[in-house]
């Protein structure tokens, strides 16, 4: 009788365990994503298109452009070559098919185009990014809204290096939203 016991004990006891981890692990999207992409973020795709104009058209009036740098650790200089990828929500739609990846030039800048993103249930419009050097890489995002840019702070925490350049700066010309976005990589 106290085998059987024992035995169901412990029966129960792993299987709340596992309902429990099962349970916490299908919410998070985060962690289903990095399972299955190697990426915290969602819509992440490696193959995407070799292209700095992610727009789906050309005929879209509102328009955002984003441009920047790429530091090293220091924030003293450009990183050369680094490959960014860059993907968010298309608009009125879920599905991530605004994406393409480019390179920084000699300086370590970079510039792309894209149409306003859609937002997220419950979040700003924002654009993800991985960025690598064939040695690292990091992966973030840049949040905004029509008047201004921002940041979260797993960001600031591990590009403060760069000082004020951290913050991205907004700014309108015509119908194209401009953002400066630097990132550090090490």
Do not use: C
């Amino acid at each position: 009788m106290t085998n059987q016991k024992n035995s169901r004990r412990s029966f129960l006891l792993k299987s709340a365990a596992a309902t429990a981890g099962l349970a916490m692990f299908s919410t998070t999207k985060t962690l289903a994503s990095i399972v299955e992409n190697g990426t915290p973020f969602e819509g992440y795709n490696p193959y995407s298109e070799a292209t700095n104009d992610l727009r789906s058209s050309i005929v879209h009036a509102k328009g955002i452009k984003v441009e920047g740098r790429i530091f090293n650790k220091s924030g003293s200089q450009g990183i050369a070559q680094a490959k960014i990828e860059v993907w968010h929500l298309s608009p009125q739609s879920k599905k991530y098919r605004n994406q393409g990846h480019f390179f920084t030039d000699n300086d370590g800048f970079y510039t792309f185009i894209s149409d306003i993103p859609e937002r997220e249930d419950g979040k700003m419009p924002r654009i993800y990014f991985k960025i690598s050097n064939g040695t690292s890489n990091v992966f973030t995002q840049l949040l905004f809204d029509s008047n201004r840019a921002y940041i979260l702070n797993d960001h600031w925490e591990y590009h403060r290096n760069l000082g004020g350049y951290v913050f991205p700066k907004l700014r309108k010309v015509r119908s194209v939203t401009q953002i400066e976005f630097n990132i550090s990589l090490y």
